[in-house]
């Protein structure tokens, strides 16, 4: 199985990357002569952009910023996925089990 390259997420697929929302992952390292390709199937439980403490890696504030995805896979293992762009991500489901009205996005809006 192989997918193109593409060079940045689309801002349309990191807005569903939301958590309740049933993904297929597919990443691909390339070697010389072969491909190594691993996918995984699951569930979001946490979708963010996070910094390393990469100390070599001269971005903003001197640390690279990768794309990670929790995911809760069916046998209920959780897995972090650091997203980059030999990384195909496909919604299975569009919306979150049980979701109703706008998502929150940040503590002050949950409910006490």
Same mark, same amino acid.
């Given at each position: 199985?192989?997918?193109?390259?593409?060079?940045?997420? @689309?801002?349309?697929?990191?807005? %569903?990357?939301?958590?309740?929302?049933? $993904?297929?992952?597919?990443? !691909?390292?390339?070697?010389? %002569?072969?491909?190594w390709?691993?996918? $995984?199937?699951?569930?979001?439980?946490?979708?963010? !952009? /996070? !910094?390393?403490?990469?100390?070599?890696?001269?971005?903003? %504030? @001197? /640390?690279?910023?990768?794309?990670?995805?929790?995911?809760?896979? @069916?046998?209920?293992?959780?897995?972090?996925? %650091?997203?980059?762009?030999?990384?195909? $991500?496909?919604?299975?489901?569009?919306?979150?089990?049980?979701?109703?009205?706008?998502?929150?996005?940040n503590?002050?809006?949950l409910?006490?």
């Amino acid at each position: 199985m192989t997918f193109p390259y593409t060079a940045a997420m @689309d801002d349309a697929l990191r807005k %569903n990357l939301r958590p309740g929302v049933r $993904v297929r992952v597919v990443q !691909q390292i390339a070697g010389r %002569n072969y491909t190594w390709t691993a996918e $995984v199937t699951g569930t979001i439980v946490q979708y963010e !952009q /996070k !910094q390393t403490g990469s100390w070599y890696a001269h971005s903003k %504030n @001197d /640390k690279l910023w990768l794309d990670r995805l929790l995911i809760r896979k @069916d046998d209920g293992e959780l897995t972090t996925l %650091n997203l980059d762009e030999f990384s195909h $991500v496909e919604i299975l489901s569009g919306e979150p089990a049980g979701a109703t009205g706008p998502a929150k996005t940040n503590e002050s809006e949950l409910p006490l």
